[in-house]
């Protein structure tokens, strides 16, 4: 793998077709992933285990057993087709971005190219947007492919953001388990995020938390004094980023340390996007720990 | 290397640099919001007073601000001086007068020994790309070579030196110095100023200043509190026994306290007499020596004083010929009676300057030969004699003799022979009788006339008493210089060019008859000055101050009276003078027979084919005497540059060609182009910095 091949998320902002996007997102991926030392998802993956005691006997395989004369649980394959969700954050501090493309357009190529991979998975897929409140909600669907890349196509930010009472909702309307992708700046504290996090794995849906911010949220590089207006609030706030940068720096380190540590706590993939990294180095990174982590487990 | 500024005021403007400072240290702050994701952070940042005047971007202020520098350089146009940078225009090297004092004063004490050591330092000192000239001087400067770096040509000068017995003046030196410093090329000028700061020799108003960028060194030659007495003069006086007497001045410009001093005359190299003196501190006195027997011939003489200070002075050297009277022979009517004759006669007869032998004749028995070896004829109320006699005294005077013609009531229109026209005029006319009033008087009087400067700086030529009872009419020609009037506009003197001669004409007698002017007191200077002019009368002197120029043909060869060169000869072509030193050379008609008398002592002249030696006394300037010292920094002061570098560089850059003028003011260009590669990386740098202001590209709202 050359880094030529990565995807530049500026490129990809100009392909209008998001299913495209994902697709060749997803493609590229896939093909490298096949060269890769790495060995698939377990989510998509059918196996034969030992028989356990507890196991349901009907899970035998009788044909592994006849050659070879020991006991093989067979993990049906529609145990595999999964549900898997898309939760957006479409508030307004999504609407940010430095470089070509905002932290909301990252987000939603993150969610269709994985939508994408998903269905190629033959899992149901699914979205959900929302701000303080549910915007968009698309259930889970082996059809529903078109409509999710559609309302991620469409979706715009604006108002501002609450990530609790939306959660509690959406784990309200989940009534399968699911893989749930949460895509959001979490502007939240670390405990309310852990909190509304653990409403979905308190429903025993499998939680993935992708934090997508911009790199000038994490460096603060701004340098003249000027008033800082808060995307969702409208708040007006002035500012000598000199002054303020350190701080902001470690409140920053500190916030997404507790993040990091909450979420390994609520035993939730965490993985921080900076909306500059190409698209599939990042997909690359997540789902090669997300493998390393699955053998542990 | 020099640098400058052709205009240095626009360096003013490197005030712009604090624009870029200002700017750096200000915190602008942006009028329009930025948008951001969250306050969130923000808000909990404890807010503090912030002192906000730091310096941000250090690369990018010195950039900047030496944009600005640089800028404004370019713009005060940078111009270099001839040395370094500027060698390879202009050359190195530095111009280097060497002003050596040779007065008589230098002579005093080891101040000529000291500068001509410190002028060959300053020979030896020079470089290869220097270029000296060696001005000696003393009352004229003479600059000795062409500016030159030849250390032996300036070392073989400085060998020749000697100081000289002329007097001290600066101004001419300088002057000079000023011209041969100003006429370099050369980057650096330099005045070596090698004299005792005498300060009789400087004017106080002298404003000489050298040429900008010239710098001044002097010598300390001050020997200390001076002391000098010097012999500064003689007066010889010769009575009718012919015996000289001899009285001398002893002065005593400077020094401290009294001072006892000998003086001694010396004859024809013996000592006749020795006086001791007293003199005060800057006072004089006179020695008067007993009368000598006069010898009858001409003898050198000196009063030497003991050596004291300057030895140049310590004695005054004099010539002293046998007394010689001047011939004149007065023709008068063989009817004329004597007492007529008594008061011109004792006019004449009274004085020693020069001492008159008057002979008398009539006018009808004058020859050619009576006219010989005279020095002047009077004609006293006598006809001009006619025929043969008439032009021996046209003859007489046309060839450079004086002739004063007196008329009076035996001078009418009939006593005018024919031979008298050419040199007279016409015949006078009858008598005018001013008896009926007060007398007639003298109107108008040519006070400027040589004849008569003498009355008219005296006080006690006055001839506002005189009255003038009768006189003759007579028109003067028109080639005559009419001297006096009398009230009613009558011609009383005039004065008539004939050939080499003079002749004047008196229309009112002589006599105690027509006028009371012989019984005036300025009746007698009257005559004489008038005699003495008729017969151009110039006693030669008995010494002369070093620095003149002797006209040998005027001064020696030709006497007021007889053929011109009998003294060397009438077929001498070539003189030899032989100065006191001993040196020898020729004059003659192609150095107009001038020599300049620059050493003290006695001169020798005399023909290459023979005739007699002619001995000229020549002594220091008197002024030489006072040693006394000018404040070496008076003069420095006065003489040293006062312009700017700019001025010394606009100076250097109008002698320059106008390619040379643009490649020294080039500089600016360099300049230019490196601003312009500053402002590029300027551009680069900041675009970069600002690069990190992260500003939201698209922020669509809600």
New interface residues.
């Given amino acids: 793998m050359t880094s030529t091949r990565f995807l530049d998320p500026a490129v990809l902002a100009r392909i209008g077709n998001l299913e495209l996007l994902a697709r060749t997102v997803v493609d590229g991926f896939i093909n490298g992933l096949h060269h890769s030392p790495y060995f698939g998802l377990s989510v998509d993956f059918a196996e034969h285990r030992p028989y356990m005691p507890g196991d349901d006997v009907r899970r035998i395989d009788w044909r592994v057993y006849g050659r070879t004369d020991r006991f093989y649980v067979k993990e049906f394959e529609a145990d595999t087709n999964a549900n898997f969700v898309v939760v957006l954050d479409i508030s ?12 909301l357009d990252y987000a939603r190529f993150l969610a269709a190219s994985l939508t994408y991979f998903s269905r190629q998975q033959r899992d149901r897929v699914g979205v959900v947007t929302f701000t303080d409140r549910i915007v968009d909600f698309v259930p889970a669907s082996a059809k529903h492919l078109d409509i999710v890349l559609h309302t991620l196509d469409r979706v ?4 501002s953001g609450s990530l609790e009472e939306p959660i509690l909702k959406i784990t309200e309307a989940l009534t399968r388990r699911s893989i749930v992708l949460l895509l959001s ?1 979490l ?1 939240a504290e670390p405990d309310v995020v852990q909190r509304s996090v653990g409403l979905l794995r308190a429903r025993g849906h499998d939680v993935i938390v992708f934090h997508v911010l ?1 790199p ?2 994490l460096t603060f ?13 409208g ?6 980023p ?3 940068r350190d ?2 720096r470690t ?2 380190t500190d ?1 997404l340390a507790a993040l990091g540590e909450r979420m390994l706590h609520s035993q939730v993939d965490y993985q921080l996007f900076e909306t500059s990294k190409p698209l599939d180095y990042a997909l690359f990174e997540y789902l090669a720990r997300r493998e390393r982590m699955s053998r542990v487990r | 290397m020099g640098l400058t500024f052709l205009a240095p005021l626009l360096l003013v403007a490197s005030a712009a640099v604090a624009i870029p400072i200002l700017l750096h240290l200000t915190h602008r702050e942006r009028s329009e919001a930025i948008p951001f994701p969250s306050l969130m952070f923000l808000r909990r940042v404890p807010y503090r007073t912030v002192r906000r005047q730091r310096i941000r971007h250090w690369l990018l202020l010195v950039v900047r601000a030496a944009i600005v520098l640089l800028l404004v350089a370019a713009f005060a146009r940078p111009f270099v001086e001839r040395a370094g940078l500027g060698a390879a225009v202009v050359g190195e090297g530095r111009a280097v007068v060497i002003l050596l004092d040779r007065s008589a004063s230098m002579g005093y004490g080891d101040r000529w020994a000291r500068a001509l050591a410190e002028a060959r330092a300053t020979v030896d000192a020079l470089d290869p790309e220097d270029q000296a000239t060696i001005v000696l001087f003393s009352e004229r400067a003479d600059a000795t070579t062409q500016p030159t770096g030849d250390r032996a040509v300036l070392a073989a000068v400085l060998d020749d030196a000697r100081p000289l017995a002329t007097g001290t003046r600066y101004g001419p030196a300088l002057q000079l110095a000023r011209d041969i410093l100003d006429a370099s090329d050369l980057p650096h000028r330099e005045l070596v100023l090698l004299t005792d700061f005498q300060r009789v020799g400087w004017e106080a108003d002298a404003q000489l200043r050298m040429p900008d960028g010239t710098t001044v060194r002097t010598l300390e030659l001050d020997n200390g509190q001076p002391e000098n007495i010097a012999a500064t003069g003689v007066l010889l006086n010769q009575d009718e026994q012919g015996r000289l007497a001899v009285a001398a001045r002893i002065t005593r410009p400077v020094g401290a306290g009294a001072a006892e001093v000998a003086a001694t005359l010396i004859l024809g190299g013996s000592a006749v007499e020795t006086r001791r003196v007293q003199l005060q501190s800057a006072g004089a006195t006179t020695v008067d020596f007993a009368p000598v027997p006069m010898p009858d011939r001409s003898i050198r003489g000196e009063v030497r004083i003991e050596s004291s200070g300057l030895a140049a002075d310590d004695a005054y050297r004099f010539t002293a010929a046998p007394r010689e009277t001047v011939p004149l022979l007065l023709l008068y009517h063989p009817n004329g009676r004597a007492d007529e004759r008594l008061y011109l006669q004792q006019a004449l007869a009274i004085g020693d300057d020069p001492p008159f032998q008057l002979d008398l004749k009539p006018v009808t028995m004058v020859t050619p030969d009576d006219l010989r070896e005279r020095a002047g004829v009077i004609l006293y109320d006598a006809p001009f004699p006619s025929g043969q006699r008439g032009r021996a005294l046209h003859d007489f005077v046309d060839a450079g003799g004086g002739l004063l013609v007196i008329l009076g009531a035996r001078t009418g229109a009939g006593a005018w022979a024919a031979e008298a026209e050419g040199v007279l005029g016409d015949a006078p006319g009858p008598t005018v009788d001013r008896a009926g009033a007060r007398g007639g008087a003298l109107s108008i009087l040519d006070y400027r006339h040589p004849a008569f400067l003498t009355l008219g700086s005296s006080r006690g030529a006055d001839f506002s008493g005189t009255r003038f009872l009768r006189y003759r009419r007579w028109s003067p020609p028109e080639s005559a210089r009419v001297l006096a009037r009398f009230d009613d506009g009558a011609p009383a003197l005039a004065e008539i060019s004939v050939g080499a001669g003079r002749a004047m004409v008196w229309t009112a007698g002589a006599a105690n008859l027509w006028s009371d002017l012989p019984l005036q007191p300025v009746f007698l200077p009257f005559v004489r000055e008038i005699v003495r002019y008729l017969i151009v009368y110039r006693p030669a002197p008995t010494a002369r101050e070093a620095g003149t120029v002797l006209d040998l043909r005027a001064d020696l060869a030709a006497r007021t009276w007889g053929p011109p060169s009998s003294a060397f000869g009438a077929a001498s072509e070539q003189l030899v003078v032989e100065a006191p030193s001993g040196e020898r050379f020729a004059v003659d008609d192609g150095t107009g027979y001038r020599v300049e008398m620059l050493e003290h002592g006695y001169y020798q002249v005399r023909a290459t084919d023979g005739g007699q030696t002619v001995t000229v006394a020549v002594n220091p300037d008197p002024a030489e005497s006072n040693i006394e010292a000018l404040d070496p920094e008076v003069m420095v002061s006065a003489v040293s540059p006062t312009g700017a570098a700019a001025t010394r560089a606009a100076a250097l850059a109008a002698q320059l060609s106008p390619a040379d003028k643009e490649r020294r003011q080039a500089l600016w260009w360099y300049l230019m182009v490196t601003v312009a590669a500053l402002a590029l990386a300027e551009s680069m740098l900041a675009g970069r910095l600002s690069g990190g202001i992260v500003v939201p590209q698209r922020n669509r709202g809600s």
């Fill in positions: 307004g501090s999504m609407d940010y971005g430095s470089g070509r493309i905002t932290k715009a930010a604006g108002g700046d502007y911009d000038t949220e590089p701004f340098d003249e004094a000027a008033p800082f207006v808060d995307l969702e609030t708040e007006r706030m002035p500012v000598v000199e002054t303020l701080e902001y409140q920053m916030h």
